[in-house]
């Protein structure tokens, strides 16, 4: 399971340099369109899509990535807090005990323990290590386990039963938190359903009225006719409908996100995969018409 721990700094920064991509491209394809009027592969249409999704693509997997991680850290957690509890009844120190923990597989929190040991062995202080521990992970629950070993740690004696005991209940509320996940997703899939509804009555619209409107008022011209009604610009039409579509994808995808994780950044990935079907789904169907 791949996953990469990304600090706040490089986080602004994909975002930085993804959106100055993003915006050039945008800019290039508004210049061409009043400026220059050069013959492009892409329409200005799809130009705007492609520097839509390089805008937000590479955040989108720096905050899965990331997230994955900070959950892989926080699943560990309460394993190690009990590996600590059965190594206090040795007697051990609690210190003795963080060097042992080290060397054995937590996944992601292996490492952050073996940051811990080496600065104490460097001279820094417990609380120190533990603080720095909290400051890189960033996750509420390795806040709360850094204040608790620190505390832990200044009192001293018997520290096996209240470590089972916080390994327990935070046990208790990762498998509350996981149910909660589990009673949310079909909310998430109705955000998904609700997207490629959207999106097919779009189609259908073009495809079965605006274009057998087109059609008539054509006919109705060569004939030498009269259209009652405005003229219909069909591709002012799909145009607009696509640009709706696009909305309601990136915005329904936040919204997965918020619903699904409890964070608006975990829906970029949600996001860019609606917009990237409705883009699909307008080229295939609309523009370049498969049947």
Do not use: C
């Amino acid at each position: 399971m791949f996953m990469l721990k990304v600090s706040k700094f490089e986080k602004k920064l994909v975002w930085v340099t993804s959106g100055v991509i993003g915006a050039s491209l945008i800019i290039t394809a508004f210049l061409n369109v009043f400026y220059f009027k050069t013959k492009l592969i892409f329409r200005p249409d799809e130009l705007m899509f492609i520097a839509m999704i390089i805008a937000l693509f590479p955040p989108a997997v720096v905050n899965f990535l990331d997230a994955r991680w900070k959950n892989d850290v926080d699943n560990n957690i309460p394993k190690m807090l009990k590996e600590l509890a059965e190594a206090g009844r040795t007697g051990i120190t609690l210190t003795r005990a963080l060097e042992l923990a080290s060397e054995r597989r937590y996944g992601a929190l292996s490492k952050e323990l073996k940051r811990i040991v080496n600065q104490l062995s460097w001279g820094a202080t417990f609380d120190e290590a533990l603080k720095s521990f909290s400051d890189r992970v960033e996750t509420k629950l390795a806040k709360r386990t850094a204040v608790l070993l620190t505390e832990i740690h200044k009192v001293g004696g018997e520290i096996q039963e209240v470590l089972e005991t916080v390994s327990k209940h935070i046990n208790e509320l990762q498998t509350i938190e996981r149910e909660r996940q589990s009673q949310i997703k079909p909310y998430v899939a109705i955000v998904y359903i609700a997207f490629f509804v959207f999106l097919l009555i779009d189609i259908l619209l073009i495809r079965s009225f605006f274009w057998e409107l087109a059609s008539l008022q054509e006919t109705l011209q060569s004939a030498g006719g009269f259209f009652m009604g405005g003229a219909v610009n069909l591709n002012q039409v799909e145009t607009i409908l696509f640009h709706l579509s696009l909305i309601e994808g990136f915005y329904g995808g936040l919204i997965a996100g918020k619903m699904g994780e409890g964070s608006i950044g975990a829906g970029l990935k949600h996001s860019v995969i609606l917009m990237v079907a409705g883009f699909i789904a307008f080229f295939f169907f609309v523009w370049n018409p498969i049947f």
